[in-house]
T-cell receptor
Framework: KNQVEQSPQSLIILEGKNCTLQCNYTVSPFSNLRWYKQDTGRGPVSLTIMTFSENTKSNRRYTATLDADTKQSSLHITASQLSDSASYICVVSVEGAGSYQLTFGKGTKLSVIP | EPEVTQTPSHQVTQMGQEVILRCVPISNHLYFYWYRQILGQKVEFLVSFYNNEISEKSEIFDDQFSVERPDGSNFTLKIRSTKLEDSAMYFC??????????????FGPGTRLTVT
């Protein structure tokens, strides 16, 4: 069964600090991996999309890495801001028939405090 | 910036009643999706829609659910006879393409459905 596991479940950091969120997946065959930011009560907003051949991708203060061999990804947030407080969701897309489907992780709830 | 909109933001209904959740996708998008998120759980795929027909649906999307694009702008999700376990946040999304490498789905703000 296709699964996406994220850790930690929640994280509290001080404003200005860096943090790294982890994602492990068992989705196969793999098409691409996305990281979304979801503010409370809002829809997910895409941060990055990475294909099989990409190892690293950056979007402003967010840097995602992907190791397709070990089926692991990470999202590194640099110089955190209060507005970074949200759930960060790892999402994997399956290749082939049914590629419309995205498999979501449960997310890591990040709280940035002053 | 174009965005996906959804109405209502919150819908309360009694068990057994029919509800229709409405979405206006981004205007030049061709692919439409519904997802749900039960409180405290992960987002789950329900259905995708293209060219006026369902492209794919999950096992959650049973006969109680239906989707429709009644005109050129709206995309609706109907639940015929709601159950308590249908209480969730329902997200609509749309995309321009199904290119597996790069297609981006844009999500609406969601409709919170509460079944009592």
């Amino acid at each position: 069964k296709n699964q996406v596991e994220q850790s930690p479940q929640s994280l509290i950091i001080l404003e200005g600090k860096n943090c790294t969120l982890q994602c492990n997946y068992t989705v196969s065959p793999f098409s691409n991996l996305r990281w979304y930011k979801q503010d409370t009560g809002r829809g997910p907003v895409s941060l990055t999309i990475m294909t099989f051949s990409e190892n690293t991708k950056s979007n402003r203060r967010y840097t995602a890495t992907l190791d397709a061999d070990t089926k692991q990804s990470s999202l590194h947030i640099t110089a955190s801001q209060l507005s970074d407080s949200a759930s960060y969701i790892c999402v994997v897309s399956v290749e082939g028939a049914g590629s419309y489907q995205l498999t979501f992780g449960k997310g890591t709830k990040l709280s940035v405090i002053p | 910036e174009p965005e996906v909109t959804q109405t209502p933001s919150h819908q309360v209904t009694q068990m057994g009643q029919e509800v229709i959740l409405r979405c206006v996708p981004i205007s030049n998008h061709l692919y439409f999706y519904w997802y749900r998120q039960i409180l405290g759980q992960k987002v789950e795929f329900l259905v995708s829609f293209y060219n006026n027909e369902i492209s794919e649906k999950s096992e959650i999307f049973d006969d109680q659910f239906s989707v429709e694009r009644p005109d050129g702008s709206n995309f609706t999700l109907k639940i015929r006879s709601t159950k308590l376990e249908d209480s969730a946040m329902y997200f609509c999304a749309s995309s321009t393409t199904q290119d597996r490498e790069s297609y981006e789905q844009y999500f609406g703000p969601g409709t919170r459905l509460t079944v009592t």
